[in-house]
Each structure stands twice: as structure tokens, then as C-alpha cells.
């Protein structure tokens, strides 16, 4: 069977692309199984959607994994969650490294269990020097408390003296989010059906292009990337102007 891969325009590739990996829970429960089994299998996408992207030459790979608001299910479920994640990275370390895969974290990480904080650290710490993708794992994230820990951030040098309110811009809000450097996803997938961001990147999102398909997180594999990324490629992205200006451009 031919792969849709041939069918995206490698020139024309976004840079960034971000996931909100949905479904895990309805995924399982179709099948008459517990949500955490949902949960397993869903790594399993995450394995094949990176790398897909490093194959294709994405540079940048956002997954939200674990929102501040997930703190509120049930304990037995975030604390399945919470070892889950401390198994993969341990487990996943290897591939990264195989794979010149950088692993960075956005969240707030300090809310983590200090058993996962640490293998985090690690696998941080010996891919900080891989090129050829950063994998960014959105844990404890809002977009919300990361706005506000930016906004307190700015108070703190402007209280110290270090900048002065005229200095307060689009560039140096975005230098205070916890993705400082990180150029902005072009492309935002959500998986699962459902049309709404969650609370998920508010201000790198402002442009992004959004594509919502019904495959559940762990059915979503290589082939539905690629139709993502053909859908984003029939696109016109104007940022505000019109469609006679881009081409005349
Ligand atoms: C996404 O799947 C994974 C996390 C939010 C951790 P869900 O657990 O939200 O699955 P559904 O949406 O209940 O099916
Ligand atoms: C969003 O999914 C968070 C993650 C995928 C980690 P949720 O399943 O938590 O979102 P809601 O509750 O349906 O908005
Ligand atoms: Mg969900």
C-alpha cells in the first residue's frame, strides 16, 4: 500500500508541531478494558509519531501529557499516570539517544514526584546536546499558569530594577513562557473528537493552523500524521492579510 508520506511537500514542513493525545480513556473502554490500559497503549503512539517526525525532519514535537487540571482524577489514576511516565523516559532514554532526539520539559515540574523529577533530569541532562529533534513533554502544564509564572517572572525583574515597563513586550512575554526559544508550533493536532484546546499553549497557539480528527490517541499512528501534515500543507496561512498580497508577495 502506497504511504501518504509521499504526498507531503518536505519543503514546506512545519517546524513545530504540538499534540494534544486524546482519548486514551474511551479508547480502552470500547474494548472493555481499564483506562490505564489506555494509557500503555498510547505510548506506543507517542513512540511512532516521534519518530515520524525526526524521519520527516520535524524540529520541534510538543506532547501534552499531563494538564494541571489532570491533577483532579482520581488518585489511583494519576498515580498509574505518574508511573507510567517514570517507566517510559527510563525505558525511552535509549531511543532518544539512538535517535539524536533532545528531551525538554515544559510545566511546572516541581508538582511532579521527585522519583520522576529526577529520571527526568537525566534524560534532559544526557540529550541536551542531540540535534536532530526536541521532544517536549507539556507535564503539570496549563497555558494559563504558564502566563501567570511569566507574568511573575517580569514583576521579579521589574521590582529588582533589571528592566522597566516600556521594556514589556511580545518577545520578552514570550522569553519568560517556559518555552523561551522555542519557535511556535504551526501545526496543533487534537486526537479523540474533541474541538477545544484545554488550556493548552494559549499564546503559541495564536497562530497555529488546528487539526481535529476522531482517531483516539493510541489508533493514531504515522499514516494519520501524514494526513495532518497534507491538510496543514492545502492551507492558506494570511496572518491577517489577504490571499492577492500572498501571492503578489
Ligand atoms: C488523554 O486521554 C491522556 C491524558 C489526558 C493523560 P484521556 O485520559 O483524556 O482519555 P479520554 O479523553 O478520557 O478518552
Ligand atoms: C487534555 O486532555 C490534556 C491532555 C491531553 C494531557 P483532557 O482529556 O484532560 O481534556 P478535557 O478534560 O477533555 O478538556
Ligand atoms: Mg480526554
Not at 3 to 16: M, V, Y
Not at 108 to 125: F, G, I, Q, T, Y
Not at 190 to 195: D, L, V
Request: proline fraction near 2%.
Amino acid at each position: 500500500m502506497a504511504s501518504l508520506k509521499d504526498q507531503i511537500d518536505t519543503t514546506k514542513l512545519p517546524k513545530h508541531i504540538a499534540v494534544i493525545m486524546d482519548g486514551n480513556g474511551r479508547w480502552a473502554g470500547r474494548l472493555g478494558k481499564t483506562r490505564i490500559f489506555g494509557h500503555t497503549n498510547g505510548v506506543k503512539s507517542v513512540r511512532e509519531i516521534s519518530e515520524a517526525c525526526a524521519e520527516l525532519g520535524v524540529e520541534y514535537l510538543t506532547l501534552y501529557a499531563f494538564s494541571t487540571e489532570n491533577w483532579t482524577r482520581p488518585q489511583t489514576e494519576v498515580s498509574a499516570l505518574m508511573s507510567l511516565l517514570l517507566k517510559t523516559i527510563k525505558v525511552e532514554l535509549k531511543t532518544l539517544l539512538k535517535n539524536d532526539i533532545r528531551l525538554r520539559v515544559i510545566g511546572d515540574v516541581s508538582s511532579l514526584p521527585r522519583s520522576v523529577v529526577a529520571e527526568l533530569n537525566e534524560a534532559m541532562e544526557k540529550t541536551k546536546g542531540n540535534k536532530k529533534m526536541n521532544t517536549i513533554l507539556a507535564l503539570s502544564y496549563s497555558g494559563k499558569s504558564e502566563i501567570t509564572h511569566a507574568v511573575k517572572e517580569i514583576a521579579n525583574k521589574l521590582q529588582r530594577g533589571e528592566i522597566a515597563a516600556n521594556d514589556i513586550n511580545e518577545s520578552l512575554i514570550s522569553d519568560n513562557l517556559y518555552t523561551a526559544g522555542i519557535p511556535d508550533p504551526e501545526l496543533l493536532i487534537r486526537t479523540s473528537g474533541e474541538k477545544r484546546v484545554s488550556n493548552f499553549m494559549l499564546w503559541q497557539l495564536a497562530y497555529a493552523e488546528y487539526y481535529f480528527t476522531d482517531v483516539m490517541w493510541p489508533d493514531f499512528n504515522k499514516e494519520e500524521l501524514y494526513k495532518a501534515i497534507i491538510d496543514f500543507q492545502s492551507r492558506e496561512r494570511r496572518f491577517g492579510k489577504t490571499s492577492e498580497q500572498l501571492v503578489t508577495k
